[in-house]
């Protein structure tokens, strides 16, 4: 008996060890917690949670002052004893993300005999889907904005949509507007995004080497980051309308189209000092590369109206031209078909255009039966 005995307390203290080895071992913060409340035991990663120390065990957890955010604690507790349904809750640590999941502890005789609380790190996982939402939410303004050009709204729509897209990525106190540039690359104008009085403040604004924000931007081709407009000497003539405008930061985008011909800017301004983070330049290429898109199909739909306006207005003049000719003239394809006469020769044979719809029909109305002969002796000549 005495051996029986003394080899079951052998399995019990390595059974002691090997949870505790384990317990030790596990990054996994874990809080057993009796019918009470009181701590049972913890892991190591539980310690700096809850601040606790060896004496801590047998104590209500509710007494001791956790470093969680946790307020509910005790009433999730009691909820997994009544119900003996988990509970899980994600809860901020110091920048980290944890999963609380709070379990029903049972015996090996199935008696519940307190509650175990877990907490798992998924600050990783949190930014992971944080940043696919964030980009969901970037590609769809990205193609409301695009699908907007192909529609064929006005430049201000298309663009207003990558504004919007902007301001709910960047969140509150933020504003972005784009500009776009004149035909001789020389000035900058307003086209969406701030109000007309702050508009009327900046259109116009000089491309060059001397100029600052969006006009140095367009001059260098790259990003010209000012965190705080106050602390910037390049700042000093203009800080009056930053501060009549309340932004302190100020960064600068330039817009290429795929040739590589400038076409605008992009600017974000913030209430506060701001330095643009991997993130924010991330999200500006994303602007300012579809942005390059809706400007270069605007101007080229631009240019193409500017065409096609040119080449009516030469028509009509050409028109005028027959109309008015001083002598009879009479115009016609190559298939016969009169496309004009001039109003010297319906003075002069009383015949119209609609009287003479071809050629042919001239010549039988001024020769009659010889408009045969003339008609051959035309094709000769």
């Not at 798992?120 to 944080?130: F, K, P």
């Not at 116009?204 to 010209?224: K, N, R, W």
């Not at 500006?284 to 579809?290: F, H, N, P, Q, Y």
Request: aromatic residues 8%.
């Amino acid at each position: 008996m005495n051996g029986e005995f003394k080899n079951r307390v052998d399995e019990l203290a390595r059974a002691n060890s090997d949870l505790h080895n384990l317990m030790g071992a596990t990054q996994i913060a874990t809080v057993f917690l009796g019918r009470e409340l009181q701590i049972m035991r913890y892991t190591p990663s539980a310690a700096p949670l809850f601040h606790f120390i060896p004496g801590d065990v047998g104590r209500p957890i509710a007494d001791l002052k956790q470093r969680l955010d946790y307020p509910e604690l005790t009433s999730d507790a009691e909820q997994v004893l009544r119900t003996l349904v988990p509970v899980e809750r994600e809860l901020r640590d110091d920048g980290r993300r944890l999963l609380a999941r709070m379990l029903p502890y049972r015996t090996l005789e199935d008696h519940i005999a307190g509650v175990v609380l877990t907490f798992v790190d998924i600050t990783v996982r949190a930014r992971a889907e944080q940043t696919v939402r964030e980009t969901a939410a970037w590609l769809r303004g990205q193609r409301e904005a695009l699908t907007a050009a192909v529609n064929g709204a006005p430049l201000e729509t298309s663009l207003g949509g990558l504004v919007r897209s902007a301001i709910e990525a960047l969140g509150p106190g933020t504003r972005a507007a784009f500009y776009l540039c004149d035909s001789k690359e020389s000035s900058l104008y307003h086209v969406d995004g701030i109000p007309a009085d702050h508009a009327a403040a900046v259109d116009g604004f000089e491309i060059s080497p001397a100029s600052l924000a969006c006009g140095l931007a367009a001059h260098t081709g790259e990003p010209v980051i000012t965190a705080d407009v106050q602390a910037d000497p390049r700042w000093e003539q203009w800080r009056p309308m930053a501060e009549r405008f309340d932004f302190r930061g100020c960064w600068s985008f330039p817009i290429r189209s795929a040739a590589g011909m400038l076409v605008g800017t992009l600017a974000i301004y913030s209430q506060r000092p701001r330095e643009a983070t991997e993130r924010d330049m991330a999200l500006a290429s994303l602007l300012t590369g579809t942005a390059a898109i809706i400007i270069s199909r605007q101007k080229e739909v631009d240019d193409r109206a500017r065409a096609e306006t040119a080449v009516r207005a030469s028509e009509e003049q050409f028109r005028r031209a027959i109309q008015e000719a001083p002598i009879p003239v009479i115009m016609q394809a190559e298939d016969g078909q009169v496309l004009q006469i001039s109003r010297t020769w319906t003075d002069l044979t009383g015949y119209t255009s609609k009287d003479i719809p071809s050629f042919d029909a001239w010549l039988n109305r001024a020769y009659g039966t010889c408009a045969t002969a003339c008609s051959s002796f035309s094709a000769v000549k």
